[in-house]
């Protein structure tokens, strides 16, 4: 993660208070998020991270299971354009372009699951750097454990326990993970 990129003013913290308000903040995310975005979903086992990741797909029109991929590290989803492009509020432009260039007939998004690596080097060896193209959505659980190798995150989401609910802190880490943070923030705040 980037240890330059300082933006104090959006650091934002919430109460996520069932398994549904967490979809919908997957849902949300979903709706602000450009092409090659990096998410880092940090949080103890049981947080919520696999939840988000399930609202944010659904979001997408994405109707199977979602599971965190512990054993298989990566699970890759391919997501229909237009589903994308009407959900989506911020790559209209870009759908524009494509329409010309022809650019992808799917959004790739790949859902990380890194607690089973042993060593962050391992990421190398899956290729991490062909998923990570700079057009592809990665949503990375537990990663901590890939630190060193592991691109940085645009966007850090700490997801942490509370008695009932959880406490989700949303920290940018680029211009886009700002811009990502402020569309958050005024668009799901009463
Ligand atoms: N905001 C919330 N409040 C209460 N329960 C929640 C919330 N978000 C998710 N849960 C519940 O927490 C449980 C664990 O969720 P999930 O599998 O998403 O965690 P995880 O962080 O991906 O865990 P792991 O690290 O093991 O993959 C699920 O039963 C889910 O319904
Ligand atoms: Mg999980």
Not at 74 to 97: C, Q, R
Not at 114 to 126: F, H, K, S
Request: a negative charge.
């Amino acid at each position: 993660m980037s240890e330059s990129y300082h933006n104090s003013n959006l650091h934002h913290q919430r109460q996520i208070i069932n398994e549904e308000a967490m979809t919908e903040l997957g849902a949300a995310l979903a709706k602000w998020i450009k092409l090659g975005t990096i998410v880092y979903l940090a949080g103890d086992l049981g947080a919520g991270k696999t939840t988000l990741v399930r609202g944010f797909l659904r979001a997408f029109g994405h109707h199977g299971a979602v599971k965190s991929p512990t054993f298989t590290v990566v699970e890759p989803y391919s997501l229909d354009n237009n589903m994308f492009y009407n959900y989506n509020k911020l790559e209209v432009n870009l759908k524009l372009k494509s329409d010309n260039e022809l650019l992808t007939d799917f959004i790739k998004v790949y859902h990380f699951d890194l607690y089973r690596l042993e060593d962050p080097e391992e990421l190398e060896y899956i290729g991490i750097r062909d998923y990570l193209d700079g057009q592809a959505i990665a949503l990375i659980e537990w990663p901590e454990k890939g630190e060193g190798v592991l691109p940085g995150a645009d966007l850090i989401i700490k997801i942490v326990h509370q008695n009932k609910g959880r406490e989700i802190e949303l920290l940018p880490q680029s211009e886009n993970g700002s811009l990502i943070v402020s569309r958050l923030i005024a668009n799901t705040e009463n």
